[in-house]
């Protein structure tokens, strides 16, 4: 249920932290999901030197489309990144609206084009969405297809357009696993000198 007692600051990520957890409070499993996939792009972001505030209140939003009451085409990117534009913000609508296959399904449900984001924090968000599950649980992305091919089935829009964005969201796993490989390596050895 969505809970706005008072205009929120969705650049706050106390007050985004504290919307999210009430609004979500009903889908317990979608909340756990989405403060796991926070914590990670947070930590993440913080490793490669991004704007880390701004990338965990992205990460904390990327699903808040699932709100019955932003509900308006029934896609919850699209529906999400409507509701920030309209209270302002449209930095980090651009941030969510292309997140994980959202593209690639919009494009198969004939919904308006969404165009892919280079920036760095959306495609964090991408890299920790497809593999954390319901629940929170973090997974491989080859878990994650399986589990969502097990889901909706071979046939369903969902998992032709996981096939569909296959290619480029593996691009960013090796992207970021690299990049945060040597951002650890880099950690470790200037603590050691
Ligand atoms: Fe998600």
């Known amino acids: ?74 896609f919850h990117p699209i529906d999400g990144a409507n509701f920030l534009s309209r209270e302002g913000y449209p930095e980090i609508a651009a941030l969510i609206v292309c997140h994980s296959n959202s593209p690639e399904q919009a494009h198969i449900k004939k919904l308006p084009e969404i165009s892919i984001s280079e920036d760095p924090i959306a495609k964090l968000i991408t890299y920790w969405d497809v593999q954390t599950k319901q629940g929170g649980e973090l997974v491989s992305y080859d878990q994650r297809l399986e589990d969502i091919v097990a889901r909706y089935g071979e046939e369903s829009d969902v998992t032709r357009a996981h096939r569909m964005a296959e290619p480029r969201i593996r691009k960013i796993i090796k992207e970021f696993s690299s990049s945060l490989d040597k951002a650890a390596k880099h950690s470790t050895t200037a603590s050691n000198t």
């Open 1 to 74: 249920m969505l809970v706005m007692k008072d205009k929120i600051n969705f650049r706050d990520p106390d007050q985004t932290l504290e919307f999210i957890k009430n609004s979500f409070a009903d889908s317990p499993k979608r909340l756990e999901h989405i403060l796991q996939v926070a914590e990670c792009v947070h930590s993440s972001a913080n490793e490669l030197g991004l704007n880390a505030p701004l990338a965990y209140c992205a990460a904390l939003l990327h699903d808040v489309g699932y709100l019955e009451e932003l509900k308006v085409t029934g």
